[in-house]
């Protein structure tokens, strides 16, 4: 009726006549975006692709540039004036002012999200990983570097076994007592959850994951002769990551306390780090085994301030087009290559005295 040619664009006199047509039928978020793909368009016209990306919640690059013009009409009233919400829809726009710097992010945010799914890895790894295998399986919630069972485990990393790669992940289920599980199960709650609330399962479990192993390499590498375990490694880099999206975006993050939050979880970190540090030279109570090494949690760190940046940063945005993204994925794949022949050649080359296995 409005595109008798057939062409897939209609002007955007007729489109505005649409709006205030229908508008009363339409979600106040979703027009004011409508309203915003109008004012920025400067052709004239309206096309159907992008309205129909719109209306089913699909998002794309050339979407998201057509609406960037429309910012400051989409600025004019910011969500968190929004009045008369329920506990889940101010649970949600939280969430969006908690890890989104851009007004536009977090409206389309909050417009788009349904829960469905859930955040499910965050709360799988935490739950079932750490409570459910040790508590069940070895009828213990915490199994300490002092329990007779720490070096036999068939999940830590341990230098005379690093053959076995299901080593280098699996060590994550494995905690130096009650406070190491602890500190991770609250940071990786707090910060992971909403994370992957608002990015994806894929994306924060791929920065998850490549903590995880960069931190196992790390200390096949540079503690050559000391075992690894707890989760630090990928929970160092969901917070690393967190943590430097902040500070590069500050004027843009208008979530409340953001000084005092990012204050804590840095002493926290710290308190966790220092005690790994402290635990790792401190008298082994299974000589010649050493203490768990403290470097998992500066290769999560290393990974989170690299590939988590550019993930947190382009939020449903392709990563395949983004340089960046590339420069540091390469940069990890060499790492892990590297470390995969260092584990090969060094051990033997350096004549290092390993602890006897397990």
């Known amino acids: 009726q409005f595109d008798p040619d ?36 400067s052709e004239g016209r309206i096309c159907y692709q ?26 004019s009233k910011a969500l968190l004036e929004e009045t008369g919400l329920s506990l889940s829809q101010r649970l949600i726009r939280h969430v969006a002012y908690e890890t989104l710097p851009r007004e536009i992010d977090r409206k389309w945010y909050y417009d788009s999200y349904t829960c469905c799914p859930p955040p499910w890895f965050m709360i799988t790894i935490t739950i079932v990983a750490f409570f459910l295998y040790n508590g069940v399986v070895l009828d213990r919630f915490v199994l300490q570097v002092s329990h007779p069972l720490y070096l036999k485990n068939a999940l830590l990393y341990h230098p005379q076994l690093r053959a076995q790669a299901w080593r280098y992940l699996t060590y994550i289920f494995m905690h130096a007592g009650i406070e190491h599980l602890g500190l991770n199960v609250v940071l990786q709650l707090l910060v992971g959850v909403p994370l992957e609330m608002v990015h994806g399962a894929a994306r924060i479990s791929f920065v998850y994951v490549a903590g995880v192993v960069a ?43 953001k000084l005092l939050r990012m204050a804590v979880a840095l002493i926290c970190m710290s308190f966790e780090f220092g005690r790994a540090v402290w635990l790792r030279f401190h008298p082994s109570a299974y000589p010649p085994c050493p203490h768990p090494s403290f470097m998992a949690h500066l290769g999560g760190v290393v990974v989170g301030i690299t590939l ?21 994925l390469s940069i990890y794949v060499i790492f892990v290559l590297f470390a995969i022949f260092w584990n090969i050649f060094a051990y033997s080359l350096l004549d290092l005295k390993l602890p006897p296995p397990p």
């Open 308 to 328: 988590g940046v550019i993930i947190l940063r382009n939020y449903e945005q392709r990563l395949q087009d983004q340089t960046l993204w590339w420069i540091f």
């Open 6 to 41: 057939n062409t897939g664009y209609i002007s955007t006199e007729k489109f505005r006549s649409l709006l205030q047509r229908h508008g009363s039928e339409l979600d106040p978020h979703k027009l004011e975006v409508l309203l915003a793909l109008a004012d920025s368009n």
């Open 50 to 75: 992008d309205f129909v990306n719109l209306m089913s919640n699909k998002r794309s690059n050339s979407f998201r540039q057509a609406i960037l013009q429309g910012n400051r009409r989409l600025c």
């Open 215 to 257: 931190g196992s390499l790390a200390v096949s590498v540079a503690d050559m002769t000391a075992p690894v375990v707890g989760s630090s490694g990928g929970v160092y880099a969901l917070v690393s990551a967190h943590l430097a999206n902040i500070v590069m975006n500050w004027s843009g993050m208008k979530c409340q306390f």
